[in-house]
């Protein structure tokens, strides 16, 4: 089993910088890719960026140039970097592992969310 928790969110200004951290406790050699979602509020869950198992990263065009993800050696934190917010980036943000289980099949787990709002 793998447990998520978020942490590092808050109230920023515009043009101001956040970093997001996610500590992974489990079955940490069961974590395949590592990601961040978001929800804004009244719309729907979006995927912001992702760390693939093999190193490779992703990040969503709405977010790129601005944020960045990174991952430690062990597996076992994700942050996500985030400089020159904006209002529209102000959302609940949520930790996600693929998770590989015992019969071949990925299933997602989840964080329980940190909030990050924009506002002057």
């Known amino acids: 089993q793998v447990q998520l928790v978020e942490s590092g969110g808050g109230l920023v200004q515009p043009g101001g910088s956040l970093t997001l951290s996610c500590a992974a406790t489990?079955?940490?050699?069961?974590?395949?890719?590592m990601n961040w979602f978001r929800r804004p509020p009244g719309k729907a869950r979006e995927l912001v960026a992702s760390f693939e198992n093999g190193g490779r990263t992703i990040i969503t065009d709405s977010v790129k140039g601005r944020f960045a993800i990174s991952r430690d050696g062990a597996k076992t934190m994700v942050y996500l970097h985030m400089n020159n917010l904006k209002p529209e980036d102000t959302a609940v943000y949520f930790c996600?592992?693929?998770?590989?289980?015992?019969?071949?099949?990925?299933?997602?787990?989840w964080g329980q969310g940190t909030q990050v709002t924009v506002s002057s």
């Open positions: 489990g079955d940490i050699s069961s974590i395949d890719s």
């Open positions: 996600n592992a693929a998770v590989l289980g015992a019969g071949g099949w990925f299933d997602d787990q």
